[in-house]
């Protein structure tokens, strides 16, 4: 890197002779450090979940909240520096307040997205700026003819996607994987959290990596309320048993074929 970006890592506006942009791919880095992110659009709503690590056994279980409601229907959970991602949550909280004094409705999660890639998009133009260091999945439930629950990744580069389901953070790649397997078409909230949990256990290194917190947000429309709320306790506990049972189950699995290659 410091052969072919020397001269031109200096700012964020300055492109190298190769068409990259150094400062760009210097923030995506910072996703490589920080828990996995994953996001659901599902038949009834949306789920988030977001794997915590567990940096000092004195924090208090079920701080450092890394899903934030920015209204009653839309949720938006950030992997990478916290302190950056902050200022995203509090930017769409402010377009989502705007939006809705000026229009009388709420905004949906297409025009929230937008907007909050726009303004992570032009902090990558000028030079006396430099690009967030995380990535977000905004996950939103709107009306029936407004396209009904949506889920949009947003990169620091300020590239925006739509997705069935997403994945960020250190483990994007084999949680991608994972996701793939799924089928999207019958997939309910309740069963999302079941597979969520699975999928951040089984990405975890419980070996070289310290202890795991997960936190698991639904916006779900099969229950009364439909709006940004954290999973019910019995049923993340539940799926938190689940997904360490599967894990225990998939390591005996890899111990008995290692046995059966030594023998």
């Not at 709420?106 to 025009?111: E, N, W």
């Not at 006396?128 to 996950?139: D, K, S, T």
Request: aromatic share 6%; glycine share 6%.
């Amino acid at each position: 890197m410091s052969a072919t970006g020397a001269g031109y890592d200096q700012s964020v506006s300055t492109f190298s002779p190769n068409g990259r942009v150094f400062q760009v791919e210097y923030a995506a880095k910072a996703l490589e450090k920080s828990g996995t992110c994953l996001g659901f659009r599902c038949i009834d709503g949306i789920v988030l979940a977001v794997e915590k690590t567990i940096l000092h056994k004195m924090l208090v279980p079920g701080s450092n909240k890394r899903i934030s409601a920015i209204d009653e229907h839309t949720a938006l959970a950030q992997s990478g520096l916290a302190a950056d991602a902050r200022q995203l949550v509090n930017h769409a909280r402010s377009e989502a307040a705007e939006y809705l004094n000026f229009y009388g409705t709420p905004i949906t999660g297409k025009v929230l997205s937008e907007r909050v890639a726009g303004h992570v998009h032009a902090a990558t133009l000028y030079w006396y700026l430099r690009p967030y260091g995380c990535a977000v999945l905004i996950g939103s439930v709107d009306p029936a003819e407004l396209g009904g629950p949506s889920l949009y990744s947003i990169e620091p580069s300020g590239e925006c996607r739509k997705y069935f389901a997403c994945a960020i953070g250190k483990s994007k790649q084999g949680a991608q994987s994972e996701l793939e397997k799924l089928d999207f078409t019958t997939l309910t909230c309740a069963q999302a959290v079941n597979e969520a949990a699975r999928i951040l256990y089984k990405m975890h290194d419980s070996i070289k990596e310290k202890e795991l917190e997960i936190e698991i947000t639904w916006i779900n429309q099969s229950i009364k309320q439909t709006k940004v709320q954290p999973v019910p306790q019995p049923i993340l506990q539940e799926a938190i048993r689940l997904a360490k049972e599967a894990k225990q189950r998939d390591e005996m699995e890899e111990d008995s074929d290692d046995d059966d290659q030594k023998d």
